[in-house]
């Protein structure tokens, strides 16, 4: 039996089947471009992401099942009838809605998402950003008025156009703002508040089962499984028991916490209830989760203004932590998340002196990125133990310096992937599980553990953070 998985995340879409001994591998990988028009709108090109997805169907060959992940909450608008699409993908960092979402806010609305989706007022869901849409495209206005207007994730336009099925799942539905958790269905009252029309989104269906028949180079091949790629990674580390938890550092840094079959709604902590997965025909599983927005974005960021050549210079420091030091950065480069929720916050550097050079910064950036993780972390396991140690994945867990300051703010044994597609993996194996094959996962990790005697000073931090909230 043959299986692929499609990741399709901010940067790139790839396309992974398994080797005979059941490790995932990369058949074909395309990225697309980044569109920044205004300050905070950030964008891709639907055509670009779904041509790119055929390109890696095509590379991929005959299979027998695939499995599909997104991007979350990055959404739409497209036609009904000629599947074209109205609007750029408005990404997850896009931030547009900023000032509406103020006014809700002042208008004391969070109460009603927080109640019914379970999730603060944030440009970072969807509902917003369908609300704009529908309030801005003209195009997506007189698609409303021929009854032929869509709305939805990415999921939901790559199924349409794909295999004619208008469905998202429950995981990605769960990223909009515009579901309510405890029933799982489209929430009125919430589409109501944000101006999204009901009637114009995808039906909500489990992550896994029939999600229709692809036509490729190669024959046809049945999509089985839908999913957001956090979620994906999840069930890719092989996380199924209460507290297990991992961080996926990629763009941004995000951390999934499984709380079984009950949800565990703490929203005075920062943390997100969601859905974990729903495989066919069983309960839904929840988890708890937490997002640092910036993360390998921030080292990027740091490369592109010459503060490194290569990634080599960034994996090691001599002397003591930049923290030790008193230089801080807060990379609330795109606002701050999990457990602060404050979107218009921006990155700060706290502590500069003449004698701080383009080392001592990217240490900084790093250890930014680990201590925004370590106060989601910290959160998570004050609602529900962490259950073993903290698994992580994605371009910033290959980091020795990066890891091993991770372990010592956090006091955890941290396991980065040595497989590192563990998103892929995750999306064969649900993939798979619609077809009646179980996977046997065994992800392999490496140990760090945290190094005795090191403490912190991480109230630094803290204020540094408390700097990066001011207006």
């Given at each position: 039996?043959?299986?692929?998985?499609?990741?399709?995340?901010?940067?790139?879409?790839?396309?992974?089947?398994?080797?005979?001994?059941?490790?995932?591998?990369?058949?074909?990988?395309?990225?697309?471009?980044?569109?920044?028009?205004?300050?905070?709108?950030?964008?891709?090109?639907?055509?670009?992401?779904?041509?790119?997805?055929?390109?890696?169907?095509?590379?991929?060959?005959?299979?027998?099942?695939?499995?599909?992940?997104?991007?979350?909450?990055?959404?739409?608008?497209?036609?009904?009838?000629?599947?074209?699409?109205?609007?750029?993908?408005?990404?997850?960092?896009?931030?547009?809605?900023?000032?509406?979402?103020?006014?809700?806010?002042?208008?004391?609305?969070?109460?009603?998402?927080?109640?019914?989706?379970?999730?603060?007022?944030?440009?970072?869901?969807?509902?917003?950003?369908?609300?704009?849409?529908?309030?801005?495209?003209?195009?997506?206005?007189?698609?409303?008025?021929?009854?032929?207007?869509?709305?939805?994730?990415?999921?939901?336009?790559?199924?349409?156009?794909?295999?004619?099925?208008?469905?998202?799942?429950?995981?990605?539905?769960?990223?909009?703002?515009?579901?309510?958790?405890?029933?799982?269905?489209?929430?009125?009252?919430?589409?109501?508040?944000?101006?999204?029309?009901?009637?114009?989104?995808?039906?909500?269906?489990?992550?896994?089962?029939?999600?229709?028949?692809?036509?490729?180079?190669?024959?046809?091949?049945?999509?089985?499984?839908?999913?957001?790629?956090?979620?994906?990674?999840?069930?890719?580390?092989?996380?199924?028991?209460?507290?297990?938890?991992?961080?996926?550092?990629?763009?941004?840094?995000?951390?999934?916490?499984?709380?079984?079959?009950?949800?565990?709604?703490?929203?005075?902590?920062?943390?997100?209830?969601?859905?974990?997965?729903?495989?066919?025909?069983?309960?839904?599983?929840?988890?708890?989760?937490?997002?640092?927005?910036?993360?390998?974005?921030?080292?990027?960021?740091?490369?592109?203004?010459?503060?490194?050549?290569?990634?080599?210079?960034?994996?090691?420091?001599?002397?003591?932590?930049?923290?030790?030091?008193?230089?801080?950065?807060?990379?609330?480069?795109?606002?701050?998340?999990?457990?602060?929720?404050?979107?218009?916050?921006?990155?700060?550097?706290?502590?500069?002196?003449?004698?701080?050079?383009?080392?001592?910064?990217?240490?900084?950036?790093?250890?930014?990125?680990?201590?925004?993780?370590?106060?989601?972390?910290?959160?998570?396991?004050?609602?529900?133990?962490?259950?073993?140690?903290?698994?992580?994945?994605?371009?910033?867990?290959?980091?020795?310096?990066?890891?091993?300051?991770?372990?010592?703010?956090?006091?955890?044994?941290?396991?980065?992937?040595?497989?590192?597609?563990?998103?892929?993996?995750?999306?064969?194996?649900?993939?798979?599980?619609?077809?009646?094959?179980?996977?046997?996962?065994?992800?392999?990790?490496?140990?760090?553990?945290?190094?005795?005697?090191?403490?912190?000073?991480?109230?630094r931090f803290h204020r540094a953070v408390a700097v990066s909230k001011a207006p």
């Amino acid at each position: 039996m043959r299986l692929a998985g499609i990741d399709q995340g901010t940067t790139s879409t790839r396309v992974l089947t398994l080797t005979s001994d059941g490790v995932p591998q990369v058949v074909h990988s395309v990225q697309h471009r980044q569109f920044y028009p205004r300050e905070g709108w950030v964008e891709h090109d639907p055509e670009e992401l779904i041509a790119n997805i055929r390109a890696c169907i095509d590379a991929v060959g005959a299979v027998d099942a695939i499995g599909i992940d997104n991007q979350g909450e990055s959404c739409l608008a497209w036609d009904a009838v000629t599947k074209e699409a109205y609007t750029p993908v408005l990404v997850w960092q896009d931030s547009r809605t900023l000032a509406q979402i103020e006014a809700l806010r002042s208008d004391g609305f969070e109460a009603e998402t927080l109640a019914r989706a379970k999730l603060p007022l944030d440009p970072y869901f969807s509902a917003s950003k369908l609300g704009w849409i529908v309030e801005n495209n003209n195009a997506a206005q007189d698609a409303r008025r021929r009854g032929t207007l869509r709305l939805g994730t990415t999921d939901a336009f790559f199924l349409d156009r794909l295999t004619g099925r208008f469905v998202t799942d429950v995981t990605t539905a769960s990223r909009t703002s515009l579901m309510n958790l405890e029933r799982l269905e489209w929430d009125e009252t919430l589409c109501d508040l944000f101006g999204v029309p009901m009637e114009c989104l995808p039906r909500i269906v489990p992550t896994t089962g029939d999600f229709g028949t692809l036509e490729t180079a190669h024959g046809k091949a049945p999509i089985t499984a839908s999913v957001v790629d956090q979620q994906a990674a999840l069930y890719g580390f092989g996380c199924r028991e209460k507290g297990d938890a991992k961080i996926t550092f990629g763009t941004g840094a995000f951390a999934l916490m499984v709380t079984g079959s009950k949800m565990v709604n703490r929203p005075e902590m920062g943390l997100l209830p969601t859905l974990a997965w729903q495989l066919e025909g069983q309960d839904p599983v929840f988890a708890l989760d937490g997002g640092v927005y910036t993360a390998s974005a921030a080292l990027n960021w740091a490369k592109s203004l010459g503060l490194f050549t290569d990634f080599e210079q960034a994996n090691r420091f001599e002397g003591p932590s930049a923290l030790e030091r008193g230089l801080i950065f807060v990379p609330a480069l795109a606002g701050l998340g999990c457990p602060h929720w404050v979107p218009e916050a921006r990155g700060v550097w706290v502590g500069l002196s003449i004698d701080h050079g383009p080392q001592q910064l990217v240490q900084s950036i790093l250890e930014g990125v680990a201590l925004r993780a370590a106060e989601v972390i910290g959160a998570m396991d004050s609602c529900i133990p962490l259950n073993g140690p903290l698994q992580i994945d994605g371009g910033m867990s290959k980091n020795p310096y990066f890891t091993q300051f991770l372990a010592n703010v956090t006091g955890c044994e941290v396991r980065p992937a040595i497989m590192p597609e563990l998103t892929g993996l995750g999306t064969i194996a649900l993939a798979a599980t619609a077809i009646g094959s179980e996977l046997n996962i065994k992800s392999q990790f490496s140990s760090i553990q945290p190094e005795d005697g090191v403490s912190l000073p991480t109230e630094r931090f803290h204020r540094a953070v408390a700097v990066s909230k001011a207006p």
